[in-house]
């Protein structure tokens, strides 16, 4: 579970750990990421390393189409390819990713965990989605905006999808070390990777074989039903009884697996078996092949059937859950049965409820 003091930017305790100890990386972690980062950065400022340093912070391949193609001079037009130098840039964002995972960290969520005294187990729950919520609200507005700008033709959306692309892979690396620097419990370590891996294929593939635009969407959709889940989650830590999101969310949950499904379906299966170039060119990017169609079919089916599985366990669970925290209504107990009024009015002419002759009545008769 993460506690304050595992955090970079903290303040110092008064227990000072061995240099380069575990303890030492971890509760430093991010200030050491930032003096790296600050390296490429100084880079650029000098002529001789600004060749290096480029590569790590700057998009690369750009390929720029210009008059002498047949365009005219206003039609001129940057595309961006892929390749091994991407590996540099995407490794420097990842350090930015850290650096932002460690500010969020400290100067949101862990004063709100010492306001609101949460256990252990929420306490990481509590991380994770806060975490997650900012990232998924930041990939929705960013991949929003450049699905506008697919729309409306402006071509600078090729830089943005690039970098948009970039941004995604250095995010869910840098997730690999932060199970080392948030000392993850062992038993969450399988699950976080999982879903690290599923992230990295997916978005590697689609940005490897040039499935940008489908990818794009997929990504934008995904990220909204995501942000309202975590939402959902932080609102219930913060109020157990408010749990309307979770079932909204239940909803544009399976929604989104059944839209992913049919916009894959209609793009890879009909779209691109249907499209002009066909055929395997690796020099320029075309990938349009019967096997890789099926590859990435199957292999986005198999990704949404392994998901739905997840949220049906998840929501049995939460069934189980609810039922049990449910208290046992007690049994009404039985008011005692008071006189009728022909009752009374038997005893009072001498006879009892239950037939026997009242002391008035017995005086009567002696008399």
Known sequence: SRHPSKMGFRKKTNKNPPVLSHEFIIQNHADIVSCVAMVFLLGLMFEVTS????????????????ANEGLSEESVVNHFHHGLKDLATIFFYMLVAIIIHAIIQEYVLDKINRKM????????KFNESGQLSAFYLFSFG???????????????????????????????????????????????????LVYISLY???????????????ALVLLVL??????LFHVSRLVYFSNEKR?????????LFVLGRLLTLSLSVLTVGFGLSNADQQGLDLANGNFNV??????????ICVTQAFMMWKFINFQLRRW?????????????LQAPKTKSKKDKANGVNGVSSNGADSPRAKKEKSS
């Open 222 to 227: 995904h990220c909204f039903v995501e942000l």
């Open 320 to 332: 189980r859950e609810q039922a049990q925290v449910q208290p046992v209504k007690p049994k009404k």
């Open 200 to 214: 990295l294929v997916h978005i590697a593939g689609a940005y490897i074989l040039n499935l940008n635009r489908l």
């Open 51 to 66: 060749k290096v340093a480029v590569l790590f912070i700057t998009v690369q391949y750009n390929v720029t189409i210009s």
């Open 142 to 192: 960013w991949g929003t905006s450049i699905l506008m700008s697919v729309c409306a033709f402006k071509l600078c959306f090729l830089f943005q999808m690039k970098f948009y692309f970039i941004s995604q892979m250095g995010y869910w690396l840098h997730a690999l070390p932060e199970i080392y620097f948030q000392k993850t419990k062992k038993e969450d370590i399988p699950r976080q």
């Open 117 to 124: 005294h949460f256990s252990k187990t929420k306490h990481s």
């Open 290 to 299: 019967l096997i890789v169609r099926i590859t990435v079919l199957a292999t």
């Open 243 to 251: 749990q309307t999101g979770f079932s909204i969310w239940a909803v």
